[in-house]
């Protein structure tokens, strides 16, 4: 088999690589003083007279300050309400009822309920709407205790019986 020889970048001796395409030096010594003059080459101090002159151009130079304008005000505030506008407008279209935050009226109205709700369950007596008077005239109603269809011939106390159902 061949070996290839390789010269180095930095003293130009000829070596055989361990890593064939990626190794450019023969020792890693060679390869560190490479880098240092590389860097040194790049990084030499500027000469005196290129600092001055860069320092004047600067001098020179105006700062360009931008001014509040009465449109570029309008325009800013315009956009802001376009923006919070749409937002308000697509919330309210493509946001479902129920996913909507509960308010304080809506609030009221479920307890409302939930009260007339408990005040009809603590009745004994409810009138059934659906069902006809008997052969009397005598009213139905169903008692909550017995589970039964009772009849009355007189109309009960509200405080006793729900006209609801």
């Keep these: 088999m061949k070996k290839d020889n390789y010269s180095c ?11 064939k395409g990626v190794q450019r030096f023969c020792k890693s010594n060679c390869r560190k003083k490479y880098s240092y003059h590389k860097n040194k080459d790049i990084s030499k101090a500027k000469p005196k007279e290129e600092i001055f002159q860069k320092l004047e151009e600067l001098q020179h ?4 300050i931008e001014e509040m304008s009465v449109y570029g ?6 956009g802001t309400l376009l923006a919070d506008g749409l937002t308000a407008i697509a919330k309210k279209v493509f946001i479902p009822k129920e996913n909507k935050p509960a308010t304080k009226r809506d609030l009221q109205t479920i307890s409302f309920d939930i009260h007339t709700i408990i005040k009809l369950l603590n009745k ?24 039964k269809v009772i009849y009355f011939d007189v109309e009960l106390d509200t405080k006793i019986a729900a006209r609801t159902i």
């Design 9 to 19: 970048d930095y003293c130009g001796e000829e070596f055989i690589p361990t890593r």
């Design 61 to 64: 130079k105006k700062n360009n």
């Design 73 to 78: 005000v309008g325009n800013s505030v315009a």
């Design 124 to 147: 004994r007596y409810f009138q059934i709407q659906n069902l006809e008077r008997n052969a009397q005239g005598a009213l139905p109603y169903f008692d909550m205790a017995n589970r």
